[in-house]
């Protein structure tokens, strides 16, 4: 056992004092099962959890024990830890009941005081955490449901919410404001699940821990930057949730945002939760609105057999403007900053599945050998996850010639003997350490949807200046694209000869 695992175990266990009941709200669902369920596992597996916990499943759904404990475990990959499974079935209960009804929540917190009774939980150490993986339309009316009839009065309380939190600045704003009447900022913990995954919790670490990033990170260096999400299926069936919110709500405004401030913020003074997510609102502060002039928005036809989203059987309008494809620039109005811009890119049924930051620098300055490629910084956040950078080399041999090479760390290969957890997996661990780190805040929340709330507005109220771009299923999104991100200062060497020797990548993944 490793110190670091010890630490994260005698944080837990200090934290929560040995005890806890986790009440996952919306335990029938696709996300309780498919990633809540998983990830508990995991930490159990790995003996993050604390000796005296409960986990109990709420929901609508009438079902017995065996039927319960048969959908939440369907995703679980055990391995050969059968065992393991086993003895994590007997943490698990499940209460039915409405949503809006205080009746059904009473009789909830009857079953976990029992629970905790039979437990031999001390007053004062009777803990509860809420994970709400419920649709947004009941998080209000869950809220106060909890607050009034399951809250906790002998010990420590969290509320966990998942995204998305509304769907523009004023519903946002209500929902916040509805919640914090509930619970202080400090007892709720808002998932973007993007900030547990790996790559993107290494993004700080490869920032301020070397030397030679940390001095070229800023206007006179970095050209530009994209930030890029790659779907390679369409909405397939879920065509009607996706027509309410569509690609710049559903991954654009929270994921990728995320990693820009990240990628943007300064250095923290220390990495204290409260210090990381002050220089993350710093950053979002400095970002105005984005203009519809500084954008790129597409939606996919068919193609290949593939039908287009307006084909989706589930989507009731069949004139839908909802874009599936966005292309949109941030510009952040700092020292640091000023004239950089940060291309966020996010698309459904395109060529492959990837998500990166490609960072890029300018070119060398007087340069000796005329027409070198950029060098360029590729944080792979997913698949494979990996940091790549893309350099000029001599050819070896009798030739003079320069060639683009790469300095490749694909963790895969370094570092095949660690598991590295699911984001669900990382980020329930630090509920339970009471880690805000990798948390929304609400101030955090309200700049984001500032930027992109004009843009949205005047998506959904077909503006004139709103022209939504076709590309077929496949590709790799609009024509439009290349020419936008060349407008912004993105320039790919035609002459380089290169691919990313990453195995099981499609070649075209180099052409951003």
């Known amino acids: 056992m490793t110190s670091a695992v010890q630490l994260l175990r005698d944080q837990v266990a200090k934290e929560l004092q040995g005890s806890v009941t986790i009440i996952v709200l919306g335990a029938s669902g696709d996300l309780a099962k498919k990633k809540t369920y998983p990830a508990l596992f995991g930490l159990y597996r790995n003996g993050f959890l604390p000796d005296n916990v ?18 939440v475990t369907q995703y679980i990959k055990f391995g050969e830890d059968s065992d393991k499974l086993e003895s994590f079935k007997e943490l698990l209960d499940y209460v039915s009941g409405q949503y809006d009804d205080d009746t059904s929540y009473q009789n ?10 039979e437990r031999s939980i001390d007053a004062g150490k009777r803990n509860r955490v809420f994970y709400m993986a419920l649709p947004p339309s009941v998080f209000v009316p869950v809220a106060k449901g909890l607050k009034r009839n399951v809250y ?14 509304g769907m523009d600045s004023d519903s946002s704003n209500h929902l916040g404001r509805e919640l914090s009447a509930l619970f202080s900022e400090n007892e709720i913990y808002r998932i973007d699940h993007y900030l547990g995954k ?8 490869l920032r301020f821990a070397n030397v030679l990033f940390g001095h070229a990170w800023d206007r006179k260096f970095i050209d530009n930057v994209q930030i890029t999400f790659k779907e390679p299926f369409g909405t397939e069936g879920r065509g009607g949730y996706f027509d309410e919110f569509g690609i710049i709500r559903d991954v654009m405004q929270n994921h990728l945002l995320q990693v820009l401030t990240l990628i943007a913020m300064e250095r923290p003074i220390s990495t204290d939760s409260e210090a990381i997510r002050d220089e993350k609102v710093k950053v979002l502060k400095c970002i105005q609105p984005i203009a519809i002039e500084d954008t790129l928005l597409g939606q996919y036809v068919a193609a290949d057999s593939n039908p287009g989203y307006l084909e989706d059987e589930t ?26 811009p940060f291309i966020l890119k996010a698309g ?38 990996a940091v790549y950078m893309k350099f000029n080399n001599k050819q070896p041999g009798l030739s003079y010639q320069t060639i683009q090479t790469d300095l490749d760390l694909t963790y895969h290969q370094r570092y095949s003997d660690l598991h590295i957890p699911d984001a669900y997996e990382s980020l329930i661990l630090d509920v339970l350490r009471n880690d805000h780190s990798n948390f929304v805040r609400d101030d955090e929340l309200e700049r984001a949807w500032n930027i992109f709330t004009p843009l949205l507005h005047k998506i959904e109220t077909h503006d004139s200046e709103v022209d939504i771009k076709q590309y077929a299923y496949g590709s790799r999104g609009p024509k439009e694209l290349d020419a936008f991100v060349k407008k912004y200062g993105y320039h790919r060497d035609e002459k380089a000869d ?14 951003l």
Not at 360 to 365: E, L, R
């Open 54 to 71: 409960r986990i109990v499943g709420y929901a609508r759904t009438k079902m017995d024990h065996q039927d319960y404990l048969n959908r």
């Open 108 to 117: 909830l917190d009857q079953f976990i005081y029992k629970s905790e009774v």
């Open 152 to 165: 906790a009065k002998e010990g420590i309380n969290r509320v966990v919410v998942e995204k998305p939190f």
């Open 198 to 205: 790996e790559m993107v919790k290494n993004i700080m670490n």
């Open 315 to 340: 989507l009731k309008n069949k004139d839908s403007l909802t874009p599936t494809f966005a292309a949109a620039v941030c510009w952040i109005n700092n020292e640091r900053w000023e004239g950089v």
């Open 348 to 385: 459904k049924a395109l060529n492959e599945a990837k998500v990166e930051v490609r960072i890029q620098f300018h070119h060398v300055a007087g340069n000796l050998f005329s027409g070198s490629a950029r060098n360029e910084l590729v944080i792979r956040i997913q698949p494979k996850e």
């Open 498 to 511: 290169y691919t990313w020797p990453l195995q099981n990548v499609n070649p075209s993944a180099n052409k």
